[in-house]
């Protein structure tokens, strides 16, 4: 099974700064199956972006992802009130997927 | 408007058996994969297994095979996750959720239900 670490657990931010977040495999992932999500306090997982780097539907544009192989990111260009939120990456391989632990993005 | 609708918040004893669904409208739910996944309070997310409704074709987490069993009846475009005997550390909330493309398994899951919470108590 893959498993993916994301960093930093909490990450405390301004609006307006940028963010960056990462997540890492154990192993290779094919880039068409690594997807970000945002979650909010009492809210179903929203999905951002899928493909590593393509936005989803609605999705504003100061989201968007990179990455390849075992390395991945999600950066949030210039944060919004509406941003802070949970986010988690996730895979798919070998007829099975896994979740990122999350990354808590907060109010400085 | 393409949607996933969960049954509602469920309150069992340890040792009595459960069935959620999450019912599918605004699209053909027989050609997209619905996926279940469990958030424990204050956790992760946790991927527990995939079904495609057209022939019912089943994949689960290795965590989680033997532990539920996912089902889906295509004619009234419904899916389901059971527990035969629940046990207190099954208490969390569980979603569902739409593979973004047709017929397609892994782009990701674009359409999520509202979230069913289950709780296990004495």
Redesign the interface.
Known sequence: ?IVLTQSPGTLSLSPGERATLSCRASQSVSS??L?W?Q?KPGQ????LI??ASTR??GIPDRFSGSGSGTDFTLTISRLEPEDFAVY?C?Q?GS????????TKLEIK | EVQLVQSGAEVKRPGESLRISCEGSGYSFTNYWI?W?RQMPGK????MG?IYPGDSNT?Y??SFQGQVTISADKFISTAYLQWSSLKASDTAMY?C?RS?DAYT??????I????TMVTVSS
């Open positions: 099974e068409s199956y997807a999500y979650q179903a997982p929203r999905l899928y493909g989803a539907t988690y996730q798919y007829s099975s997927y896994t979740f990122g632990q999350g | 996926a996944v992760g997310l946790e991927w995939i994949k987490s290795p979603y959720a973004r398994v892994g782009i990701a899951f674009d999520w239900g509202q979230g």
